[in-house]
């Protein structure tokens, strides 16, 4: 089936972000956490909490700064600097299990960046021990890594495989090379094919790979060429991410030549493009962003219905609570969420002194908790039933009316049902239905 041909109105009207949409729920006050109630929540957390629990590792260190980054990160050369990075990390993980217990099992354990593989052998090594010392890993673990193709080396890989990763996510962006020059990056496609062919001789689960769209230098016929290449490599995931330039946050990007950069026509029409070549190439369109072979988990799992999503992105299980260590790493533990110190002085401050390292939180009210479980059920299933009482007490039936009439949504008596059209804006839906929890995320 062909995905989205035609801009709807509300796209053609909008200046240049697709944050002009309404949101399908509206944000509720929610109390903001202070670290006493913090420690709080942890400590009681094993009362009440699922035993099921996921660990986030935010490793915020790269060799250099790509122009077109949204994440903090440091750049360094100094080993030191990671390795007293690891002190505090070992740290923080004491505090949060000494509140919550001591080898608990884990669902998923992910290390995001930065660049994780940035971290020498020695440090990866490390890390994976203070885990171990902290955490039960067990084959059942989901583990996964985000890793920069460029410092892949065959032994690293082989190190990583050791150390227990089943999942590789490679931090691509884009193939083309007038593209990568404008945002600081150099991978060429010999190189990713010789990456790609060691991580598959070491037996990875699953290799992934990411595409950004609305980078500076794209137009269609440059993304539908590395949305080609991408498919042959053949990895069993693609995540797609369109790029917002946000230079009031990110200074770096104001580097950026916004003449460079695609309309936002352009880039509907680049994700439309890219999104029917993995559709005709076999893969599933997954949820939100995310694009699996037929036979990964992900695709199965959506087929069953037992699709879910986290921080972390999409998982086949039920990943539970979500800690994350880290400067700027979110938790989603019960009712709070948590984001750690952004800085990461800030971070590292907090911990020496023996406090949890706590930027911001907020305690989810259960109606709260309601609309983020149905925007969740959305993005997984791209349909909702039982959501009449949320739309109602909060008087937002005129917004869904509004999206039923652009397009976007399908209404029943029993369900909301999520339409083509509605797929592609999905991302803006999300987005806008939560702003407490974005908040959390954009600081
Ligand atoms: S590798 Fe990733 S985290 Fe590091 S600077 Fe580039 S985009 Fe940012």
Known sequence: ???????????ARSSGDLDQLPPLFGSVHAPGLTAGEYADV?????????????????????????????HHTTVTHNGDTIDDYLNCLEQEIEMVTDRIGRHLPLTQLHLGGGTPNYLSDTQLSRLMDIVDKHFGVSSETETSLEASPKRCSPSQLALLKGLGFKIINFQVRDI?????????RSHSLPMLQDVLGSARSEGFDTIGMDLVYGLPNQTLGSIQETVG???ELAPERIVCHAFSRRPDIFKHQRAIDTSSLPSLADKVA???????AMLENDYDWVGLDCFAHRDDPLSIARLDGKLHRNWVGYTAQHAGDLFGFGADAISQ???ANVQNQVQLDDWRQSIQSGNLPLQSGMLVSESERRRRQAM?????????????????????????????????????????????????????????????????AVL
């Open 1 to 11: 089936m062909s995905p989205l041909v035609k801009l709807p109105d509300y796209l």
């Open 42 to 70: 942890l400590s009681s957390w094993s009362a009440t909490g699922s035993r099921n629990i996921a660990i986030h590792i935010r490793l915020p260190f790269c060799p250099s700064r790509c122009l077109s980054c949204d």
């Open 176 to 184: 083309d090379s007038a593209v990568q020059l404008a945002v600081g």
């Open 229 to 231: 290449r991408m498919v």
């Open 270 to 276: 680049m994700f439309n493009s890219a999104c029917e």
């Open 333 to 335: 533990i019960g009712s």
């Open 376 to 440: 969740n059920d959305l993005m997984c299933n791209l349909q909702l039933s039982d959501y009449r009482d949320l739309l109602e007490t909060n008087g937002e039936t005129n917004t869904l009316a509004e999206l039923e009439r652009d397009g976007l949504v399908q209404v029943t008596p029993e369900k909301i049902e999520v339409t083509e059209y509605g797929r592609f804006a999905l991302h803006q839906l999300w987005g806008d239905a939560s702003p407490h929890f974005r908040g959390l």
